[in-house]
């Protein structure tokens, strides 16, 4: 069974930034591809961030030029910086990897953007 752990969420001022973690219990470098999504209450889970295999990588436009995803394979850990955050980042955010045919999710961490 993989497992994802994710930190890294809180609260941070308009402007500011973070940077989420997601460290798996497998080792990355086997993954087909990862990415970030984040989800408000009465919402849909919406795409963040991926990276897949060949280092490509898609943002969506609402975060793009702000957020960037990262690995880091020695450590098995997935990384999501988020500069000039806004209150409308304030979501769930979650880890997702794929390995073969599977899709792993981490449990979520909520980042919120306040004053």
């Known amino acids: 069974q993989v497992q994802l752990v994710e930190s890294g969420g809180g609260l941070v001022q308009p402007g500011g930034s973070l940077r989420l973690s997601c460290a798996a219990s497998?080792?990355?470098?086997?993954?087909?591809?990862m990415g970030w999504y984040r989800q408000a209450p009465g919402n849909q889970r919406e795409l963040v961030a991926t990276?897949?295999?060949?280092?490509?990588?898609n943002y969506a436009d609402s975060v793009k030029g702000r957020i960037t995803i990262s690995r880091d394979d020695a450590k098995n850990m997935v990384y999501l910086q988020m500069d000039s955050l806004k209150p409308e980042d304030t979501e769930e955010y979650y880890c997702?990897?794929?390995?073969?045919?599977?899709?792993?999710w981490g449990q979520g961490t909520q980042v919120t953007v306040a004053s």
């Open positions: 990276l897949n295999r060949g280092g490509i990588t």
């Open positions: 497998r080792s990355i470098f086997t993954a087909y591809s």
């Open positions: 997702k990897l794929h390995w073969s045919f599977t899709d792993y």
